[in-house]
């Protein structure tokens, strides 16, 4: 019961993370604290973590001072590296860069969201984790303009969306990769690349389709989902492109009604991310079918409004320039145009140099990721997914430099052989994957948990402050806390007639410099132990 709840607490916290971007999101934000809360009290650390991590979220999404947020994703990083989780690290880490773009970092940005990306490759982690860092991710890259990569990320985390407990992020992917191929296309206009301009336009339209197609759009996603839809086919339309099915080619009168109609609706839901790029489309096609008065007065109602678009902060001051200097073209203002346009071709330039860099960050995160994976591989049992018995000796073999206490438990499954014997090794392998996740579950972030080989496991913990006697003590209640565990997994859905249990053997000493015999002693104490233990229960039965 406690792992059903912490998971459906687990997925509950997705959903405010959804939630407090649309909505009621202050209700979503009180629902969050109540989880963190709650998860501390359960001992659910990554629940916990989880809803801290959707409280940041929440703060770099409607705080008035963004920018004071540093040292609370600093903490969510360290935590995350505390948990040992790569997937909760991957989230810590794009939620950091998110925390860069705001405070305009971009080598900051580019070093945290390239290394999380790298974190999320790994196909084993879980898929939701994986999906929802992508997408924070591919907003960070958004604040450089980076519609290349943002494209790329939220591909992967469609991908991703059918292996998701739930699809909680599939809306916020089909939405935002209709506004990146909007802002992309804006872009391309203001450097005068028509053609590929329109190719974007074309492509945004197909990505309002998916929107329309996606179940669960939040109704101010999906308005400025269909409102961007119905600028773009204007768009095509004013340069005399054919637009795609579905979308009607409708008369003047009516587009021109039907986009009042979503300005409106957008302004009464305070939008601030579409609106100033549909003003900005709509301008323009009006100044390309020579509707000059009618894209003037639109030009003088373009502003840059607090959007976190970077298409929303130039496109509309790059296309009022457009229509001023096509209503009004004296000498100086057509001046003015000019030196917009060099401008213009400078920051996509940069841009392009700041995507390789972006690119060459990721590639560099990935090369460190996999040597990782492959060190990492090197010390784990393939079955169990613990440390193996190469970690172990070398945990023996390890010079102490200081004081510390540690204890060693090490847990022997009773009467293995027969498992393997009677039920198969199918069953064996099965048996002995489940009693070592149930090791880890007895573990907490720092102590060591190993398969030793066959059915022997092995967990060593470790303290520089304790006595010996009072981590003997905590590692007396983790075995017995272990065996209970055991006792109680229902091991018949593994086999029918299958029973399970486990001896466990506990010695606890002062290791350093000056320590006789060392950890090996302690080792060869415990082993003594477990043998004591497993006599007195042959005993028993």
Same mark, same amino acid.
């Not at 920018?67 to 969510?76: F, I, K, R, V």
């Given at each position: ?31 969050? @604290? ?98 929802? @860092? ?249 079955? @169990? ?157």
């Amino acid at each position: 019961m406690p792992s059903d709840a912490a998971g459906a607490a687990r997925l509950r916290v997705y959903l405010l993370m959804e939630t407090s971007q649309t909505g009621d999101h202050e209700a979503a934000r009180d629902e969050l @604290t109540a989880l963190a809360e709650r998860a501390k009290r359960q001992g659910w650390p990554e629940v916990s973590f989880l809803a801290t991590a959707g409280l940041a979220q929440y703060a770099l999404l409607h705080s008035p001072d963004r920018t004071a947020l540093g040292s609370t994703l600093e903490d969510l990083v360290l935590r995350a590296e505390s948990l040992g989780r790569p997937a909760l690290l991957g989230l810590a880490l794009a939620l950091r860069a998110v925390g860069a773009a705001v405070r305009e970092d971009g080598g900051a940005l580019l070093a945290d969201a390239g290394r999380a990306v790298a974190l999320v490759e790994d196909g084993d982690l879980p898929a939701l984790d994986r999906c929802t @860092t992508l997408v924070i991710c591919a907003a960070a890259y958004n604040t450089l303009s980076l519609w290349e990569l943002c494209d790329d990320l939220f591909e992967r985390a469609s991908v991703m969306a059918p292996a998701c407990e739930r699809p909680v992020q599939q809306p916020a992917v089909v939405v935002n990769r209709v506004l990146i191929r909007v802002e992309w296309a804006t872009a391309l206009f203001e450097i005068g690349a028509e053609r590929d301009a329109l190719d974007q336009v074309r492509r945004a339209l197909g990505a309002v389709r998916a929107v329309e197609e996606t179940d669960g759009v939040p109704p101010l996603w999906l308005l400025g989902a269909q409102a961007c839809g119905d600028v773009l086919g204007f768009v095509l339309d004013a340069f005399e492109e054919p637009v795609p099915a579905p979308f009607e080619r409708l008369s003047l009168a009516a587009h021109l009604a039907r986009l009042a109609d979503r300005r409106t609706a957008l302004v009464a839901a305070d939008d601030v991310e579409v609106l100033p790029l549909m003003d900005g489309l709509l301008a323009l096609g009006l100044l390309r079918k020579g509707l000059r008065s009618e894209a003037l007065a639109t030009a003088h109602r373009l502003s840059q409004p607090g959007s976190s678009s970077s298409g929303a902060r130039t496109f509309p001051s790059w296309v009022r320039a457009q229509v001023l200097t096509a209503a009004e073209p004296e000498a100086a203002v057509a001046a003015h145009r000019e030196y917009a346009r060099l401008v213009a071709g400078l920051r996509w330039r940069s841009r392009e140099g700041v995507l390789a860099a972006a690119r060459s960050a990721i590639a560099g995160e990935l090369l460190s990721v996999d040597h990782a994976r492959l060190a990492r591989d090197v010390l784990l049992d393939p079955l @169990t997914g613990l440390s193996n018995r190469r970690c172990f000796d070398d945990w023996l073999a390890r010079e102490a430099s200081e004081e510390r206490s540690a204890a060693v438990l090490l847990i022997d499954l009773d009467g293995f052989k027969a498992v393997n014997d009677v039920h198969g090794h199918a069953v064996g392998d099965e048996t002995l994957r489940r009693v070592g996740l149930l090791v880890d579950q007895h573990v907490r972030p720092g102590d060591l948990a190993l398969r030793l080989g066959g059915d022997e496991f092995a967990v060593v913990l470790e303290h520089r402050e304790h006595p010996p006697a009072t981590l003997r003590r905590t590692a007396r209640n983790r075995a017995e806390a272990l065996r209970e565990a055991v006792r109680r997994t229902d091991w018949e859905r593994v086999a029918p007639g299958l029973r399970i249990a486990v001896s466990v053997g506990v010695a606890a000493a002062r290791l350093g410099p000056e320590t006789p015999g060392g950890a090996d002693a302690l080792y060869r104490e415990a082993d003594a132990d477990l043998y004591v233990d497993k006599a007195a229960r042959a005993v028993g039965t």
